[in-house]
């Protein structure tokens, strides 16, 4: 079976957006694949949280994943800094690599522009500790979006580099994972763009949002005069409308909608009525979970250790060969 790892930033809060976008496919991954979905505390340090604000964050997005749908027993879900493999292979593995590549990497070369006052080293080796989170499970697979094709091209300079430097062929290369059908790319309510958290107060609905906000963001969410004529096509806002009613109403609701617009009878504020009600049919049970898995320590606690073990497993294997294959061979 495949090995698939995936990273998760410690940013709670998660929106629509998230769920179609992400927490989705990785449902559909714990089921055919050798999973490793971890949250990734390490990497969050570069941006110096505090240490109450940095725990409060981790829970919540374990809460939320657990909450949705990952299972513990089908997947390994765990926190980047409990498997301190990881920082290990880190060590060895910034010796191969080189100043200038680092240098290069576009998410560095963004860092020093919109964080000019924190250029720490950990931004600089932010490629490595990231190809050593996929090459400590000996990853097949890596679901990753357009702006980390770089991220995985320099995973498999470093593994590659690895097994010349050792005449081995212990890394394998990992491979983006290309999921069949389009990715889901969620609308916003505010606009054009997708919806983002970076996106203002009114353009994401999040889980944790309150049945209230969440409709009032809908009713208020931007549309355009109304058509016109036949078969008009549609704004970007209309059609921005449309794609978030596919993701949670039933089809013939669509359709009676669909139909409405073209021969110029729609009513918007019936149309995001309509979005509202199927929105929080979808999302309060999802919201009442992720409180109901928030709350409950014990269970947080045993999914955590679960994920752990199973991480470490996979990771104290490989690090014990990659040891072995620099050179540290003990004495006693
Ligand atoms: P973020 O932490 O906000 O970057 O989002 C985490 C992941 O959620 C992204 O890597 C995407 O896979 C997914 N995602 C976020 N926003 C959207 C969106 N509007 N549409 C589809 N997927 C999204």
Redesign the pocket.
Known sequence: MKTVVSGI?P?GNLHL??Y???VKNFLQMQEEYNCYFFIADIHSLTTHPTPADLHQSVKTVLAEYLAMGLDPEKCALFIQSDVPEISELYTYMNMNAYLGELERSASFKEKVQTQRNNVNAGLLTYPVLMAVDILIHKADLVPV?KDQEQHLEMTRTFGNRFNHMYNTNFFPEPQAFSFTGDL???PGLTGSG????SGGANDAIFFSDDDKVTHKKIMRAKTDEGPKAMNQEMSTEINNLFDLMHLVSEQDVIETFRKQYADCTIRYGDLKKQLAEDTLKFIAPVRERIKEVEADTEYLSRAAKTGMEKARESAIKTIEEVRQIIGFRKFY
């Open positions: 930033r940013t957006g998230n179609f976008g992400a979006g889901v790319k969620v997708k919806m983002s958290k």
